[in-house]
């Protein structure tokens, strides 16, 4: 699935959502460190971190910006919990 996004980047370039569904996968596949790289080259590269108030990316209907933002959130959170911590939590909810 990987080879199969790379392909399509090469082919279309890298958008949030191709970014994004690059680093889901590489988090499917217990890749943390390489997922969070994934997610903050997609916001370096798109100038998140430099968006300012009235900014049109800045609006309610960016899902792909706020998934992508969503997802690195969640990843920093497992790569930084403690791994038994995180194992167990997601045992014990089914994920």
């Known amino acids: 699935m990987i080879n199969n996004l790379n392909e399509l980047s090469d082919k279309f370039g890298f958008s949030i959502k191709t970014y994004n569904l690059l680093g889901i996968v590489l988090m499917i596949q217990g890749e943390y ?35 992508i933002i969503y997802n690195f959130i969640k990843c920093n959170t497992i790569l930084n919990m403690h791994t038994s911590m995180t194992q167990e939590a997601y045992i014990q909810s089914g994920l």
């Open 33 to 67: 460190e390489k997922a969070v790289k994934i997610f903050n080259t997609a916001l370096e590269e798109n100038g998140i971190y430099e968006l300012a108030d009235g900014d049109t990316q800045l609006n309610a209907n960016n899902h792909d910006l706020a998934s």
